[in-house]
């Protein structure tokens, strides 16, 4: 069992920078993969950026060059840094874990990015 615990959203003004943070505790060596998934109001969740074991990170396209997606193993905590935000970005994030065989979501955390 993995248990992911988001925090750091918030309302920001547009070109502004937040830094959500994920905390997984539990079976966490089963971990291959952890990422941030946000549901924009009214759209399907979408996969923002991803970061596996081994360091590789990809990302949505509209947040290149804005999201930076990274880890800390020694506090098995992900970060995803959010720079030049854009209204367009307002979504609850979701920290991710997979595993083998099995997914794990945190509560979500909201993003509103608002002048």
């Known amino acids: 069992q993995v248990q992911l615990v988001e925090s750091g959203g918030g309302l920001v003004q547009p070109g502004g920078s937040l830094r959500l943070s994920c905390a997984a505790s539990?079976?966490?060596?089963?971990?291959?993969?952890m990422g941030w998934y946000r549901q924009p109001p009214g759209k399907e969740r979408e996969l923002a950026a991803a970061i596996t074991s081994g360091g590789t990170t990809n990302y949505k396209d509209s947040v290149k060059g804005r999201f930076t997606i990274s880890r800390d193993n020694a506090k098995n905590t992900v970060y995803l840094q959010m720079n030049s935000l854009k209204p367009e970005d307002t979504a609850v994030y979701y920290c991710?874990?997979?595993?083998?065989?099995?997914?794990?979501w945190g509560q979500g955390t909201q993003v509103t990015v608002s002048s």
């Open positions: 539990g079976s966490i060596f089963s971990i291959n993969r």
């Open positions: 991710h874990a997979a595993s083998k065989s099995d997914n794990y």
